[in-house]
C-alpha cells in the first residue's frame, strides 16, 4: 500500500490564494519530500524536510512536519496559474526498504 | 548539466514484442530508480540501484522485466515479452545516497510506452 497519502485528491483556486496540501504516512521515516508533476513531465523535487525538522521554507513553499501524527503538509502561499499541476509527497523509512516511496498525488488546479 | 536523459521518449509496440527502455542518469549521482505510473497504480517503484549494484527489486512486476546497470552513467529496462498492462509512462530517476538515505531525486521526462 501506499506509504503517504496526500489530501485532498483534487483543489481549485482562484490565482492570488493559498493552496494547503496534506499528507499522511504510516511507518517512521528518516525524510519527506514533495514534488511537482506538470502533466506529461517528470517530477521535481520542490523541498525535503529530515525527521528532527518540524518546519521549512523555500520561496513561497511552506513545508511542516509532525511525526507525533505521523503528517506533513504543504502551503504555497499567493499561488499562481503557473503552479498548477500534481503535487507528491514521498518517504524514506528509517528501516529496511529505503527507497522513496511516493503518495497518489493531489491535483491542484489555480485558475487566473 | 543535461539531468536524467531518458530514451526512447515514446514507444508503440505490439504485444509479445521486447522492449527496452534507457537511463543515463546525472554524472556523480550514486543510485539509480525506475518507476511506473499509471492512473490506476500511480507512481510504483520497480527497482533501483545503489552504485550499480540492484538493492531493491520488489516492485518488477513479474519475470518478464529485467534492469541492468552495467556502469555508472546507463541502465536499462527490459520488458520481453510485453502484454497491453505494461502501457504506461516509465520514468528514471537518479539521486545522491549516503548511508541507505537517499536525498532529492531528479526525474527524466520518462518514456511512454503503449503495447497494441
Known amino acids: 500500500s501506499q506509504q503517504g497519502e496526500e489530501d485532498p485528491q483534487a483543489l481549485s483556486i482562484q490565482e492570488g490564494e493559498n493552496a494547503t496540501m496534506n499528507c499522511s504516512y504510516k511507518t517512521s521515516i528518516n525524510n519527506l519530500q514533495w514534488y511537482r508533476q506538470n502533466s506529461g513531465r517528470g517530477l521535481v523535487h520542490l523541498i525535503l524536510i529530515r525527521s528532527n525538522e518540524r518546519e521549512k521554507h523555500s520561496g513561497r513553499l511552506r513545508v511542516t512536519l509532525d511525526t507525533s501524527k505521523k503528517s506533513s503538509s504543504l502551503l504555497i502561499t499567493a499561488s499562481r496559474a503557473a503552479d498548477t499541476a500534481s503535487y507528491f509527497c514521498a518517504t524514506q523509512g528509517d528501516t529496511g526498504r529505503r527507497a522513496l516511496t511516493f503518495g497518489s498525488g493531489t491535483r491542484l488546479q489555480v485558475q487566473p | 548539466d543535461a539531468g536524467v536523459i531518458q530514451s526512447p521518449r515514446h514507444e508503440v509496440t505490439e504485444m509479445g514484442q521486447e522492449v527496452t527502455l534507457r537511463c543515463k542518469p546525472i554524472?556523480?549521482?550514486?543510485?539509480l530508480f525506475w518507476y511506473r505510473q499509471t492512473m490506476m497504480r500511480g507512481l510504483e517503484l520497480l527497482i533501483y540501484f545503489n552504485n550499480n549494484v540492484p538493492i531493491d527489486d520488489s516492485g518488477m512486476p513479474e519475470d518478464r522485466f529485467s534492469a541492468k546497470m552495467p556502469n555508472a552513467s546507463f541502465s536499462t529496462l527490459k520488458i520481453q515479452p510485453s502484454e497491453p498492462r505494461d502501457s504506461a509512462v516509465y520514468f528514471c530517476?537518479?539521486?545522491?545516497?549516503?548511508?541507505?538515505?537517499?536525498?532529492?531525486?531528479?526525474f527524466g521526462p520518462g518514456t511512454r510506452l503503449t503495447v497494441t
Open positions: 554524472s556523480g549521482h550514486n543510485s
Open positions: 530517476a537518479s539521486s545522491l545516497s549516503f548511508d541507505f538515505i537517499t536525498y532529492e531525486q531528479y
